[in-house]
T-cell receptor, first 111, second 115 residues
Framework: QQQVKQSPQSLIVQKGGISIINCAYENTAFDYFPWYQQFPGKGPALLIAIRPDVSEKKEGRFTISFNKSAKQFSLHIMDSQPGDSATYFCAASIIDDKIIFGKGTRLHILP | GAVVSQHPSWVICKSGTSVKIECRSLDFQATTMFWYRQFPKQSLMLMATSNEGSKATYEQGVEKDKFLINHASLTLSTLTVTSAHPEDSSFYIC???????????FGQGTRLTVV
């Protein structure tokens, strides 16, 4: 029940295309859903986050869509660029508890 | 965003020795710090949660006597890998937050290689 399931495991997108990564969770007590971007040899960096009282959040080319009833949330990267090539992790947490990470998606943007 | 500094970035040590990794929050007070381990092409595995001034809470399967965590101040936590062995070679990452369930900021990670 503590798991966060992430798909796909890897993704290849043409430059300028839309990259979509999906996550699903079981624990309805989760109330914070961040996405992290990680480059090789570096620690993860927070990209964007959402709370369940909002269905969508957009920051620049990055958008989180949140479906509370389906217990799913997704990351959309618009106009994907080669510099977006990285590993992306979705995560979830509840008050006073740890962050649970998905298994990650390795994104490669073709130039 | 806030800055979390991790040191060293990489370390090579001999089997049987101990290695200490530091995690500092540079511009905020971190009541909670987390230590993760990450194997190549895998996700972050939480090892332990530490709160300033109290004992760390270890995840199931993590040896507390092998991975010593100290959170002596609101800006510093240390992870000591004792009697390191080659299987301890991994990427260790810390994160810090001012409160639970708020944004967590990650260090740049430490690549440990035990030879």
């Amino acid at each position: 029940q503590q798991q966060v399931k992430q798909s796909p495991q890897s993704l290849i997108v043409q430059k300028g295309g839309i990259s979509i990564i999906n996550c699903a969770y079981e624990n309805t007590a989760f109330d914070y859903f961040p996405w992290y971007q990680q480059f090789p040899g570096k620690g993860p960096a927070l990209l964007i986050a959402i709370r369940p009282d909002v269905s969508e959040k957009k920051e620049g080319r990055f958008t989180i869509s949140f479906n509370k009833s389906a217990k799913q949330f997704s990351l959309h990267i618009m106009d994907s660029q080669p510099g977006d090539s990285a590993t992306y992790f979705c995560a979830a947490s509840i008050i006073d508890d740890k962050i649970i990470f998905g298994k990650g998606t390795r994104l490669h943007i073709l130039p | 965003g806030a800055v979390v500094s991790q040191h060293p970035s990489w370390v090579i040590c001999k089997s049987g020795t101990s290695v200490k990794i530091e995690c500092r929050s540079l511009d905020f007070q971190a009541t909670t710090m987390f230590w993760y381990r990450q194997f190549p092409k895998q996700s972050l595995m939480l090892m332990a949660t530490s709160n300033e001034g109290s004992k760390a809470t270890y995840e199931q399967g993590v040896e507390k006597d092998k991975f010593l965590i100290n959170h002596a101040s609101l800006t510093l936590s240390t992870l000591t890998v004792t009697s390191a062995h080659p299987e301890d070679s991994s990427f260790y990452i810390c994160s810090a937050s001012a409160q639970m369930n708020t944004e967590a900021f990650f260090g740049q990670g430490t690549r440990l290689t035990v030879v």
